[in-house]
């Protein structure tokens, strides 16, 4: 591994570690869109590091699944949750069986 490749491996590391705490404090904040965003980044950079470590078929499907398709489903599911709230209905049984 050259210097470079070992720079840039730190400086994602760190990008990760940073993205992992905003992560964290916007949980603890309540603020889960940011939560949310903060957690696909870090996804998103560790996909970058599997492709600095010559693993092109493992960074895609991080970038995929791990930072797209996770990130999705977490809005998705935030939106339910909200729309449920604001209507006052529950859906833990009966209306789908």
Known sequence: MTVLMTAMSIVFCSAMIGAALVAIHARNGQSLPI?????????????????????????MTEAAI???????????????IRASAQSGTSHSGGEYD
């Open 35 to 59: 939560a949310i965003l903060a957690a696909g980044l870090v996804s998103l950079f560790a996909s970058v590091l599997f492709l600095i470590l010559a693993a092109p078929d493992v960074a």
């Open 66 to 80: 791990g930072s797209g398709l996770t990130t999705f489903l977490f809005f998705f599911v935030l939106a339910r």
